[in-house]
Each structure stands twice: as structure tokens, then as C-alpha cells.
């Protein structure tokens, strides 16, 4: 198995000689930066095991199974609430979000999985994706078929590096940011190919929710080595405005220590 190792994706210190965090497991370490207590996966695979090896939805299968038979009824109440939730309220964050910033033009979805959300995107948008897992691009370009975009099967600062500056609307990361190994250079870049005003939509993990302090080792939000970042309110606004984005809407019921996720709507700044 091959490991990188990561600085702190927010400040930049190198915490090798720290004592790993209780949050390890395996040969997967966690670290809590000294400078600034992000925690982050310090020993992630390379993008290139990511394109088939350790593709999402492949880990998450295995972890939803490995969590049904440790506790049955917890994991059936949990999926259930999980369903309500995605049915009723979150399914429609995106698209409430999406309508009410008359998000029109070109749409950039970075890590875009299968496309379900490029596909659901209004008719006045023209959809594009990044998504690294091959199997998922090839549905994500099935979904955006016909509508003017693409996807681009390949790491995000890679596929970025295929756009103008200032060619989208805008580009969302929804269960995106939490993947990825270098945080602060891909937002730097979504900053680039962000036209002036143009809007990015977050969405992440919040590692300050009640759940996660509760159920701390066990907290749904730990996916070995899925999940490289575990964000709380303050590291992301830090990393955003690090890289060049100002912060448009991240009031407090987007950030709800209930909710196991929050929202963030940046801009890249302009006139
Ligand atoms: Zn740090």
C-alpha cells in the first residue's frame, strides 16, 4: 500500500513528529495539527489508487455493511431518518439554494459522482463534472448527455486546469471537499475559473456536530481513507477566504450543530 504524507491541508504545518489522534485506525493516521487543530488523514492513497482501488461508493457500501451487522437496529433507525432527511429536506438544500441565487449559465460539479444532481440542474444550466472514479464519470457523462457540458474523468486540480479563467456560473462541492487531498489548491482554482460574482456551493461534514461529539470514534462522518478533511465551521471558512473566495451565506441554520453536514455559499470576488 502506498501512503503520502500531507501537511496540514489548512496552515501548512508538518506534523509528522505529532503524536497520532485517537481517531486513527489502522494504518489509516489521523492528526490534530499543533497550529491550528484541524484534524485530517496525514497518510491518504494517491489520486491514482482513488480512480478504481478505493473509489467511493465502493468503500461506503462495505462500511453501510460493516455498520448493519455491528448494530442492526441502530444502523435501521439511523438509515431511515438518514432516507426522511434526504427525501424531505436535503434533497431539495441544493436545489433551494440553486433557485434562490438564480443560478443560471455554466454549472460546474467537482466531484460529480453518477451526475444525479448535474441531472436535476435547471434547463437554463449547462452542465460540466470532474469525478476521478472512471466507472462514476462515464454515468455522470451518460447524465449530462445532450445538454451542451461535459465530464472530465480525472483529480479535480487536474480537470480544473482544462477551463478558462472565469468561464462558470457556478460550481458546486457537495460531499466533495472532505475527499480531497489539496483543499486549498482546488478551491484556488475554482476560484480562477469562477467568472466575477460567480458562486460556489459546500457542502461537508461538519466535525463540530453534536453527533460526532456524542458518538465520537463512531460518528458516520469517519470513512477510512475516504474522508482526508474533517472540517468544522472555523477551518472552512479559513481555508475559503485562503483561497481568495469571500463568504456569502453561512448563517447559523446552515450550519446547525444538529445536522451532521453544513452549507457554505462563496463567491469569488468581483464586480
Ligand atoms: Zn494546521
Same mark, same amino acid.
Given at each position: 500500500m502506498t501512503h503520502l504524507h500531507r501537511n496540514c491541508p489548512i496552515c501548512g504545518a508538518d506534523n509528522r513528529s505529532k503524536a497520532q489522534s485517537r481517531y486513527s485506525k489502522g494504518e489509516w493516521v489521523i492528526k490534530e495539527c499543533s497550529g491550528c487543530s484541524f484534524v485530517y488523514l496525514?497518510?491518504?492513497?494517491?489520486?491514482?489508487?482513488?480512480?478504481?482501488?478505493?473509489?467511493?461508493?465502493?468503500?461506503?457500501?462495505?462500511?453501510?455493511?460493516?455498520?448493519?451487522?455491528?448494530?442492526? %437496529?441502530?444502523y435501521w433507525i439511523s438509515s431511515k431518518n438518514k432516507q426522511f432527511k434526504a427525501n424531505y429536506l436535503k434533497r431539495n438544500k441544493l436545489q433551494y439554494l440553486l433557485r434562490s441565487l438564480? %443560478?443560471? +449559465?455554466k454549472v460546474l460539479e %467537482?466531484?460529480?459522482?453518477?451526475?444525479h444532481y448535474l441531472k436535476a440542474l435547471d434547463e437554463g444550466c449547462?452542465?460540466? +463534472?470532474?469525478?476521478?472514479?472512471?466507472?462514476?464519470?462515464?454515468?455522470?457523462?451518460?447524465?449530462?448527455a445532450g445538454r451542451g457540458g461535459k465530464v472530465i474523468n480525472s483529480s479535480s486540480l487536474d480537470g480544473l486546469a482544462h477551463f478558462k479563467e472565469g468561464t462558470f456560473d457556478c460550481i458546486i462541492m457537495s460531499a466533495y471537499l472532505e475527499h480531497e487531498i489539496q483543499p486549498r489548491e482546488v478551491l484556488k482554482e475554482a476560484g480562477r475559473v469562477l467568472?466575477?460574482?460567480?458562486?460556489?456551493?459546500?457542502? %461537508?461534514?461538519?466535525?463540530?456536530?453534536?453527533?460526532?461529539?456524542?458518538?465520537?470514534?463512531?460518528?458516520?462522518?469517519?470513512?477510512?481513507?475516504?474522508?482526508?478533511?474533517?472540517?468544522?465551521?472555523?477551518?472552512l471558512k479559513e481555508v475559503l477566504k485562503g483561497a481568495?473566495?469571500?463568504?456569502?451565506?453561512? +448563517?447559523?441554520q446552515d450550519r446547525m450543530p444538529t445536522s451532521d453536514n453544513m452549507?457554505?455559499?462563496?463567491?469569488?470576488? +468581483?464586480r
Open positions: 496525514e497518510n491518504p492513497p494517491p489520486y491514482s489508487d482513488l480512480e478504481e482501488n478505493f473509489a467511493w461508493e465502493k468503500t461506503f457500501a462495505k462500511e453501510s455493511d460493516r455498520r448493519r451487522k455491528k448494530n442492526p %437496529v441502530l438564480r %443560478v443560471r +449559465g %467537482v466531484g460529480c459522482a453518477g451526475g449547462v452542465p460540466f +463534472g470532474i469525478e476521478i472514479s472512471k466507472q462514476l464519470a462515464k454515468m455522470a457523462e451518460e447524465a449530462v467568472k466575477p460574482k460567480g458562486r460556489l456551493i459546500i457542502k %461537508v461534514p461538519n466535525f463540530n456536530s453534536i453527533n460526532r461529539v456524542i458518538r465520537d470514534r463512531n460518528w458516520c462522518g469517519f470513512r477510512y481513507p475516504d474522508h482526508v478533511n474533517y472540517f468544522t465551521p472555523r477551518s481568495g473566495l469571500s463568504i456569502e451565506k453561512f +448563517g447559523i452549507w457554505l455559499v462563496a463567491a469569488r470576488p +468581483g
